[in-house]
């Protein structure tokens, strides 16, 4: 069994920049669009996916 914690972005296995950890925490993340939201273009905003180091904590963010 592969771990959920290990992260493969365009076929190679990601690895802190930081400290070199490989095993992560995803979470989901948008780009701060605040004043799109004022047009009413919430929907416009990109979302993205971002990749937290369970070591050093260090956030690998990555928008599509
Ligand atoms: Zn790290």
Redesign the pocket.
């Known amino acids: 069994m592969v771990s959920e914690d290990i992260v493969i972005i365009s076929g190679k296995q990601l690895r802190?920049l930081?400290?070199g950890?490989s095993e992560f925490k995803k979470v989901y993340t948008k780009l701060n669009r605040k004043w799109l939201a004022s047009f009413g273009a919430e929907m416009f905003g990109e979302e993205g996916v971002a990749y937290i180091?369970k070591?050093?904590g260090?956030k690998h963010e990555f928008f599509k």
Request: proline share 0%; glycine share 0%.
């Open positions: 802190c930081i400290c950890f180091c070591n050093c260090y």
